[in-house]
T-cell receptor
């Protein structure tokens, strides 16, 4: 079945540590996105990529980094510079920016 | 900057009732508007997508309308069921910014 796989489901970060969240899709979509969701709130865009080897900052990119070396993969690194990383992180993909977005099941990140 | 507002933030109805969820946006330069459903702790499931040239879309008991000139969309749910209980989010894809902006969602509870 085609879809988006995020891993791990739960992740814990220690102070000063960088952690990487995985997002893989087999939908042959060109565009991929990373969102952050805090309790009781909507989604805020962290980074997005319309094609391989290219990505743009979203509304809250500070303290995060991404890469897009393969069409299927768009990993997100939460760096130690992100002082409040506790949140639910959602990855999405679409054929293009005017096409429907499809979401993974999310990764919940907490601080130890 | 695009702003998306969803009212009400929460709604509780008895089973069988018809209901309307509202979404408003400030910038009418959009590609499309998408409605999603989110169950607790889960990712987003796409319900309906309305392109900017369309007025409405229907899927089963769901009907979404779009009025770009007034910056409004509604999601109509007919004959609500307890299984419809979830948070419903709308997202607007901006032509200017090339990305989507989400509302904070409406949490619906359908009581048996």
């Amino acid at each position: 079945d085609g879809g988006i796989t995020q891993s791990p489901k739960y992740l814990f970060r220690k102070e000063g540590q960088n952690v990487t969240l995985s997002c893989e899709q087999n939908l042959n979509h060109d565009a991929m996105y990373w969102y952050r969701q805090d309790p009781g709130q909507g989604l805020r865009l962290i980074y997005y990529s319309q094609i391989v080897n290219d990505f743009q900052k979203g509304d809250i990119a500070e303290g995060y980094s991404v890469s897009r070396e393969k069409k299927e993969s768009f990993p997100l690194t939460v760096t130690s510079a992100q002082k409040n990383p506790t949140a639910f992180y959602l990855c999405a993909s679409s054929k293009g920016r005017d096409q429907p977005q499809h979401f993974g099941d999310g990764t919940r990140l907490s601080i130890l | 900057k695009q702003e998306v507002t969803q009212i009400p933030a929460a709604l509780s109805v008895p089973e069988g009732e018809n209901l309307v969820l509202n979404c408003s946006f400030t910038d009418s330069a959009i590609y499309n508007l998408q409605w999603f459903r989110q169950d607790p702790g889960k990712g987003l499931t796409s319900l309906l997508l309305i392109q900017s040239s369309q007025r409405e879309q229907t899927s089963g008991r769901l009907n979404a309308s779009l009025d770009k000139s007034s910056g409004r969309s509604t999601l109509y749910i007919a004959a609500s069921q307890p299984g419809d209980s979830a948070t419903y989010l709308c997202a607007v894809a901006d032509t200017n910014a090339g990305k989507s902006t989400f509302g904070d969602g409406t949490t619906l509870t359908v009581k048996p």
